[in-house]
């Protein structure tokens, strides 16, 4: 498993950009498909965006933030993007890292290791 530490959340007025950062503290950060999620009070972690280890890069979007988010990652820097723009009210939510060894995966229960997450507050 790896230590992951998010940051870059905050306040933002609708139409804002945002950029989140993941700093991982694994050696093997280069291995591991990187994810972001988020949540809100009293419902289920959604997908955000993913991210495979390959050299070749794969990136997946859910269909809500496509257009907007992007995904990137640094393994030089042991660090994964979440770059958001034309944020919306709907984007309100904690935002999440994840780490999972090998082949990214959409759901929140193949995920290995978890941030402790930063707040993301978008007002209208």
């Known amino acids: 498993q790896v230590q992951l530490i998010e940051s870059g959340g905050g306040l933002v007025q609708a139409g804002g950009s945002l950029n989140l950062s993941c700093v991982s503290s694994?050696?093997?950060?280069?291995?591991?498909?990187m994810a972001w999620f988020r949540q809100v009070p009293g419902k289920e972690r959604e997908f955000v965006a993913s991210?495979?280890?390959?050299?070749?890069?794969?990136?997946r979007l859910a269909d809500n933030v496509k257009g907007r988010f992007t995904i990137s990652r640094d393994n030089a820097k042991n660090t994964v993007y979440l770059q958001m723009n034309k944020l919306e009210a709907e984007d309100t939510a904690r935002y999440f890292c994840?780490?999972?060894?090998?082949?990214?995966?959409?759901?929140?229960?193949?995920?290995?290791?978890w941030g402790r997450g930063t707040q993301v507050t978008i007002s209208s």
């Open positions: 694994g050696r093997t950060f280069s291995s591991y498909a």
């Open positions: 991210i495979s280890w390959q050299s070749g890069l794969t990136t």
């Open positions: 994840a780490a999972r060894y090998g082949s990214p995966s959409q759901s929140p229960y193949d995920q290995e290791s």
